[in-house]
T-cell receptor
Framework: EAGVAQSPRYKIIEKRQSVAFWCNPISGHATLYWYQQILGQGPKLLIQFQNNGVVDDSQLPKDRFSAERLKGVDSTLKIQPAKLEDSAVYLCASLWGGGETQYFGPGTRLLVL | GENVEQHPSTLSVQEGDSAVIKCTYSDSASNYFPWYKQELGKRPQLIIDIRSNVGEKKDQRIAVTLNKTAKHFSLHITETQPEDSAVYFC?????????FGTGTSLTVIP
């Protein structure tokens, strides 16, 4: 089966610019996660979707980050405006509704200068 | 919410020796505990998992133990090989929400 797809793989922007990341989960996976992984740390959950509804966005910095999952399939994560501390890898993961194993995408490596 | 602590942060072992990584969690409702291996620049890959109704699980050179009473679980890698060198993350799952440890960088010295 195809895995979780993410794009772009790398992005370099200047602070105060905006950026958007895209994720396509495994077909049929109802749950989708966006994580932020800062170098040397474990993934930190930003937002969790169940179909097109938000389950948890308590750690999403809503003043600058937004995410949506229209039609319960693909998802986009946006940062506007970006700060230096947003430099990280943004991982998308998906999980089948009846399972426990989450599958990660390759991640988008963001560098904010 | 759940809090997962992981130790040690770095671990070096000689090839052929065993490696043990330990995690603790705080939420007794957590019922699924996966372990991920992440090589440099790559995505986390699930290597083994354990559910709360099981005390131990083994897959070839990798084993995981769970002590629900003490709220800790451990990853054991035996007969380590250089290709085991990576960062390992533990996680605890509560209601499809995953909480990750801070990672252990394992180096296997040939």
């Amino acid at each position: 089966e195809a895995g979780v797809a993410q794009s772009p793989r790398y992005k370099i922007i200047e602070k105060r610019q905006s950026v958007a990341f895209w994720c396509n989960p495994i077909s049929g996976h109802a749950t989708l996660y966006w994580y932020q992984q800062i170098l040397g740390q474990g993934p930190k959950l930003l937002i969790q979707f169940q179909n097109n509804g938000v389950v948890d966005d308590s750690q999403l910095p809503k003043d600058r980050f937004s995410a949506e999952r229209l039609k319960g399939v693909d998802s986009t994560l946006k940062i506007q405006p970006a700060k230096l501390e947003d430099s990280a890898v943004y991982l998308c993961a998906s999980l089948w509704g009846g399972g426990e194993t989450q599958y990660f995408g390759p991640g988008t490596r963001l560098l904010v200068l | 919410g759940e809090n997962v602590e992981q130790h040690p942060s770095t671990l070096s072992v000689q090839e052929g020796d065993s490696a043990v990584i330990k995690c603790t969690y705080s939420d007794s409702a957590s019922n699924y505990f996966p372990w991920y291996k992440q090589e440099l620049g790559k995505r986390p890959q699930l290597i083994i998992d354990i559910r709360s109704n099981v005390g131990e699980k083994k897959d070839q050179r990798i084993a995981v133990t769970l002590n629900k009473t003490a709220k800790h679980f451990s990853l054991h890698i035996t007969e380590t090989q250089p290709e085991d060198s990576a960062v390992y993350f533990c996680a605890a799952n509560t209601g499809n929400q995953f909480y990750f440890g801070t990672g252990t960088s394992l180096t296997v010295i040939p």
